[in-house]
């Protein structure tokens, strides 16, 4: 038996693999795809530490920006271990070979995202997750940290009694063979990403990002929180949503109408910027970002991807050409529930990255604060873990899960289908774009949900129409829209019961922040087959801004 | 428009054989394409992809025979698509891609000891940005024709990756790193260039595998094959040697 089982390679997963193998622990590390396939890949902007390597910052002034976007919704502890933590980090990535962009004097360059008082972020061209993730990819080779690719996680192995449940392993579907296995282990940690395709078509996202590993928390009996906060990125590529680093308007790039006039600040943190635009295309049609005067060589430089981008995906070069662009989503603030120690409320069983609700982000992630929180708490996590294991409960008979788990896939093998989810899964993310997106009302959002409970219930009429064993992508696909499905009302119960705008969560219907009745964060788990939300304390009492 | 592609399954009877899709749609991305044959058409095709924007590596194909990423190809009519070559097909355009990722490992890929808060100006930073550009797309692995003689090649990929660190400007343990891919590395390379256009990043490997055997000789390494008595036996590539079993001679 393994003593630390990491579920999901991506930004987080690596770094909790490496640092559980550092604290001695055996690990296995587990992903659906390849470690360099994950969405870590894509972040383009950069991330954040008070260096002051271009212009003098603090660890202060870091945690007040990230508190002031966190809307009184984060934990100001762990804020705090984030930024005090963060040039550490860097200085970490630094001695693994991850290649930075420099200054001229020669030390890590840095750049400002919107919503940082400091020029903060440090970037490797434009390709700063790539470099971070390939770097930490090709450390987990030199430490030989054992990987399974290709193994879709299903459910965790839960044992115990109601207030002492403890995880011991997971079961994984192989997509190579088509097998159920289970991989038990002392302790496990989920780092398999956030829930941004839900809004499929309308987010920026990797098309892996389907929540799984906070589904299967939920169907474990762990605590959800947070989940109706989704960042919508004011800039994306107007039809195929791909990304324009927000460095583009840190540069000095501008937001324009259709009429070709500005309309807002462009440096405003993402919540205000998104919603700016989508009242503005409501407006006058279109918004489009311009960089044209920021010249060639710097784009050429600085913004590289971006420009190949919009080349081969809209036919426009942003060096002569206005971009139109739309607001998607982005980034899932909420996640798996965790404690101070990266551990949800089930013994063993932890969480780091964007699958997890660490509490930095609040209702309003910052750019740059993400990969910093995969590498802090991934860390954390990857460290918390093998300590915990080393005194775990030990549980080695037979578990009832892997039998479950195989079952259930031979019955979705034999299952005539009559309803295709394809088409479903693009009404629900157009649905999802247009009822609980940039703009939220309690109408629409209970119009959504009895929408969903349908699905739900047709489920067993979907189902995979491919019935192979070996490399069946079609099922796989099916089983992360059924994470989905459940993850989607989540989601709407929470934006439901808050009845209060707050960052990213904006209602029509109650626009103004509430903090007497909603000052906490949102917490939602199954029962008996129910799924419960409930506005828990406030935990913040500095946050406000 | 009309594209074909090559399936595979080994479930099937016949396990291999080529289907043709008519598509309504103009002016899209092969993988846009896929995708609609996916949601509308059959969904037992197999690919794989995830990013859309040419970063995560997952859609490498050959399109007509050449290496292209599926996110990033406009379509044609009549094209066919085929899985990556020199790795077995799992099923349809899916491949064995563990079996390629295992090179990066054997060619220890790696930053092998950093100098701690070392100063780098952006000069020399820039010198070798290119190399950690790499998404291990497996295009550049997919061109290589050594991999028909030699299956242990490290290939060119692996080998960009060792240059990456072998010049970055931080590294205190180079020797290492070159003692690593002497052997079914840098000199089992033909420099025959094949895996240069095939790159989406515009890395030339060829050129990082010339770099290293340069490196190399500075450290006193030799290419092998010289070393042999110059038998002219480079890998892969014609044979101008004398028959074996026989000598040549003046050596006996
Ligand atoms: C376009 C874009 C640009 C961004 N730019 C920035 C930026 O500049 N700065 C910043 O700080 N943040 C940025 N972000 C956000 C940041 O990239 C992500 O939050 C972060 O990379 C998440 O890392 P992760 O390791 O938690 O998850 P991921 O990188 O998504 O990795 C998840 C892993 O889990 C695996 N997995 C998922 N489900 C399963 C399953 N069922 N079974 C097994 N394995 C599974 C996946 O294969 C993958 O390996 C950006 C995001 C996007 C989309
Ligand atoms: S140049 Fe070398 S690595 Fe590149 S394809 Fe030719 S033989 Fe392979
Ligand atoms: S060198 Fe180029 S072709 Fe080869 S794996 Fe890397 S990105 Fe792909
Ligand atoms: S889908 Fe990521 S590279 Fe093509």
Known sequence: MVDVLVIGSGGAGLVAAIAAKESGASVTLVGKSFPTRSQTSMAQGGINAAMGNVEEDSVEAHISDTLKSSQGLSSEASVRTMCEEASAAILWLDSIGVPFSRTQAGKISQRRLGGASGIRACYAQDYTGLKILHTLYDQSLKMGIETLNEHFLLNYIIEGEKDARYSCGATFLNIRTGEVVEIRAKSVIVATGGYGSLFHGFTTNSTASTGDGAAAALRAGAKLSDMEFVQFHPTALKSSALLISESARGAGGYLLNAQKERFTDELSSRDIVARAIADEIEKSGEVYLDIRHLGETFIDHELPQERKLAIAYEGLDPVIDLIPIKPVAHYTMGGVDVDETSMSCIAGLFAAGEAANQKVHGANRLGGNSLLELLVFGRQAGKNAALYAKTAPVFTAQSEQIIKDREYIQTLREAAVTMDFYEKRASLGKNFYGSAGIKRNEKRLEELLKSVQQLQEELPLMGAQDKSLVYNTNLVEFLEFTNMIELSQCLLLGAISRKESRGAHYREDAPARNDEAYGGHTLCWKEGGELHVELGEKTNEKGKG | ?252
């Open chain 2, 1 to 252: 428009m009309k594209i074909s592609i090559k399936r595979y399954s080994s479930e099937n009877e016949p396990s291999a054989q080529s289907a043709e899709y008519r598509l309504e749609l103009e002016n899209i991305t092969l993988l846009e394409a896929l995708n609609a044959i996916k949601t509308k058409i059959d969904p037992s095709l197999s690919f794989t992809a995830g990013c859309r924007s040419g970063v995560c590596g997952s859609c490498a194909v050959r399109v007509n025979g050449t290496e292209e990423l599926a996110c990033g190809y406009k379509l044609s009519d009549g094209d066919l698509i085929e899985p990556l070559g020199n790795l077995p097909v799992l099923r349809d355009l899916v491949v064995d891609t563990q079996k390629m990722l295992k090179f990066n490992a054997l060619a220890r890929a790696w930053s092998s000891s950093n100098s701690e808060n070392q100063l780098l100006l952006p000069e020399q930073v820039e010198s070798n940005e290119l190399q950690s550009d790499c998404i291990l797309c497996g295009a550049c692995y997919s061109a290589c024709p050594v991999y028909a003689v030699n299956e242990e090649f490290l290939g060119p990929f692996a080998l960009t990756r060792v240059w990456r660190y072998v010049s970055d400007g931080r590294e205190q343990d180079v020797r290492e790193k070159i003692e690593a891919v002497q052997s079914q590395g840098i000199w089992d390379c033909t420099l025959c260039n094949l895996c240069v256009p095939v790159c989406p990043q515009g890395i030339a490997p060829k050129q990082d595998i010339s770099m290293l055997r340069g490196k190399s000789g500075v450290m006193g390494f030799m290419d092998p094959n010289f070393a042999a008595g110059m038998s002219f036996s480079f890998g892969g590539g014609p044979d101008f040697g004398s028959p074996s079993g026989l000598k040549s001679p003046g050596t006996s």
